[in-house]
Every structure is written in structure tokens, then in C-alpha cells.
């Protein structure tokens, strides 16, 4: 018996493959307590969806590849409440996707302790020369230690040539739980 992560991600896998995918079970069992896992919304309401999302937390920008085939990457995000933003190096590949297929989704899940929860954005992301290293600046205070001397470093050194990044924003047209 699979995990149900396990079967989860065997599935998506064959699916974005295109193949077909004989099902044995028509629901999937928590193999710790042989119960049917129960994939509920864990927010009771908006506010707690906020604070979720207020916490540092990795989010997965998945983009369109030229075949059509989404890629995932991990970013470092802020919400705004009305929108994500992110930061990236303006000649990535992750950019160069975007300006051919501007939609794309963001997916904030929860630490491995914490009990399963996620929010995904979908949406068209904006790319804009201006503001990519003050997000990264904030950021970097959120996500690293910066009394870490090599963390300090980075840092300084990305903020030596603001130019070369950029700043990504998406509105969301839809917000899953």
C-alpha cells in the first residue's frame, strides 16, 4: 500500500504524462490508521488563511514549459492580501517562461510538522524591472538568519547590482484551499 502523498504523486505524474491510470481503490487510506484520509479546507475562515500565509513559507511558482509541461520552482513570496509577489533574476529561465505564457499558479503548503494545509494562486503573473531587489531586501530578513555572515553576503551582493532582478507580481484570479 502507497502513502496516499505517494499514490497522490503517481497520478499527477501520469496524468501530466498523459497516461491512463487504472484506479484499485476508490479512496485513499491513511496507512497510519487505515482510515480514509479526510482532504478538508483546514481554514475556518479567511483570517486564519492570512496568517497562514504570513509565516515564512517556500511557495512553488509553476510556469508553463514550451511543450505545455508545467515546472515548478521554489520562491521565496510575500502576500499582500490582494497579491503575491516575488523576485527573480531578470534572465531566468523561470522569466523567459513567463513572457511566453504568463499564467501560471503559486502554491504555499504547510511546514512537514504542521497539520496539512495549502493555498494556491492562479493567475497571470506581471513582470516589472523596478522593485525586485527591495522585495528581495524584505525578504531575505523573513526567510534567512542574517546575523549569518554568508547570508549577509548574498545579500549584499545581490543589492550590488539591483538591476539584474526583477519583480514578479500576480493577482490572483482564483484562490484555491
Request: with cysteine; charged share 25%; glycine share 6%.
Amino acid at each position: 500500500v502507497l502513502p496516499a502523498v505517494g499514490l497522490i504523486g503517481i497520478c499527477l505524474m501520469a496524468r501530466l504524462r498523459g497516461l491512463a491510470i487504472p484506479v484499485v481503490a476508490a479512496s485513499i487510506i491513511n496507512p497510519a490508521t487505515t482510515d480514509p484520509a479526510i482532504m478538508t479546507n483546514p481554514f475556518r475562515d479567511n483570517a486564519q488563511r492570512e496568517e497562514f500565509l504570513t509565516k515564512p513559507r517556500l511557495a512553488i511558482l509553476i510556469t508553463n514549459d514550451d511543450p505545455g509541461a508545467p515546472i515548478g520552482v521554489p520562491v521565496w513570496f510575500e502576500w499582500t492580501g490582494t497579491k503575491v509577489q516575488m523576485f527573480a533574476g531578470k534572465e531566468t529561465p523561470k522569466i523567459n517562461r513567463i513572457k511566453r505564457d504568463p499564467h501560471a499558479s503559486v502554491l504555499v503548503t504547510n511546514a512537514v510538522e504542521e497539520r496539512e494545509a495549502w493555498v494556491a494562486f492562479d493567475g497571470p503573473i506581471d513582470v516589472r524591472d523596478e522593485g525586485g531587489i527591495e522585495l528581495a531586501t524584505r525578504l531575505a530578513d523573513r526567510y534567512w538568519d542574517l546575523g549569518n555572515e554568508q547570508r549577509r553576503t548574498v545579500l549584499s551582493s545581490w543589492q550590488q547590482t539591483p538591476e539584474s532582478f526583477c519583480l514578479l507580481t500576480l493577482k490572483p484570479e482564483r484562490i484555491r484551499v
